[in-house]
């Protein structure tokens, strides 16, 4: 995982109703499509994890998913 916020989130004395909040495993699931772990380096993937369909594009829709047909392209 990237940045401060993360390893706080996960140090032991955070509290456990608080690692569970959705927006925090929404936020925690981002970091780990977009950032390497921080044992290789904490950097920026440059590369996707995971195939574009399956990626978080939205924290406030988290169904939202990028289409593209011919020459158009929406999130949704």
């Known amino acids: 995982m990237a940045g401060c916020c993360s390893v706080r989130l996960v140090a032991p004395a955070t509290p456990d109703w608080m690692k569970t909040l959705p927006a925090i495993t929404?936020?925690?699931t981002?970091?780990?499509?977009?950032?390497?772990?921080?044992?290789?380096?904490?950097?920026?993937?440059?590369?996707?994890?995971?195939?574009?369909?399956?990626?978080?594009?939205?924290?406030?829709?988290?169904?939202?998913r990028n289409g593209k047909k011919r020459a158009t392209v929406w999130l949704g």
Do not use: C, K, M, V
């Open 30 to 64: 981002i970091w780990e499509q977009q950032f390497e772990p921080r044992e290789q380096g904490g950097r920026w993937r440059p590369e996707p994890a995971l195939p574009a369909a399956q990626l978080i594009n939205s924290p406030y829709d988290l169904d939202a």
């Open 26 to 28: 929404t936020l925690h």
